[in-house]
C-alpha cells in the first residue's frame, strides 16, 4: 500500500489514482483522440494542462499500469504512450462520467457525440470500442 492510500477501499484506492482534475481528461485524449505522444497531449489540451502536470500524470499511469510508454520507431526522441488491458477496462468509468455530464451539464452538444452512442447500446458500444482500442494498442509493442 503507497504512503498515500488512506484505506483499502475501492473507491478510495481508484481515487487514488484517477482523482484529480487531469487524470481522466489525459485518458479521454489517449482513448477518445487518440493522442499518443506528449506533445500531442499538451497542444491539443483544450483545458490547457501544463506541461509539467502532463509529465506527473503519464508518469502517475504508467506507475500504476494503466499506461506504458514506449520509445516510439518513427522518432529516436518520442515515446508513444498506449493504454494496457487496465487501461481498457476503463472505458466504462470514462464513458458513464461523461454519460452524467452530458445529462447534468452544460455541456458541448457537439461533444457528446461519443456519448450519446455509449448510452444507447452501452455494452455492445463499449465492448466494440475497448476492442477497438485493444487492437490499437497491443499491436505496437
Not at 483545458?47 to 504508467?62: F, G, K, P, V
Not at 522518432?75 to 461523461?98: D, F, S
Request: charged content about 30%.
Amino acid at each position: 500500500m503507497s504512503a498515500t492510500d488512506r484505506s483499502r477501499c475501492p473507491i478510495n484506492l481508484t481515487v487514488e489514482i484517477l482523482g484529480d482534475r487531469w487524470s481522466l481528461l489525459v485518458l479521454r485524449d489517449i482513448i477518445f483522440a487518440d493522442r499518443r505522444h506528449f506533445r500531442e497531449l499538451l497542444r491539443s489540451s483544450e483545458e490547457r494542462i501544463t506541461s509539467s502536470i502532463l509529465a506527473d500524470r503519464l508518469e502517475r499511469l504508467t506507475s500504476t499500469g494503466i499506461l506504458t510508454r514506449e520509445d516510439d520507431p518513427t522518432h529516436r526522441q518520442k515515446a508513444r504512450y498506449t493504454l494496457t488491458k487496465k487501461g481498457i477496462e476503463l472505458v466504462p468509468v470514462i464513458a458513464t462520467v461523461a454519460q452524467w455530464g452530458a445529462a447534468h451539464c452544460d455541456a458541448d452538444p457537439e461533444k457528446t457525440d461519443v456519448v450519446a452512442e455509449l448510452a444507447y447500446d452501452v455494452p455492445a458500444a463499449w465492448t466494440r470500442l475497448m476492442d477497438r482500442l485493444a487492437s490499437q494498442h497491443t499491436r505496437e509493442r
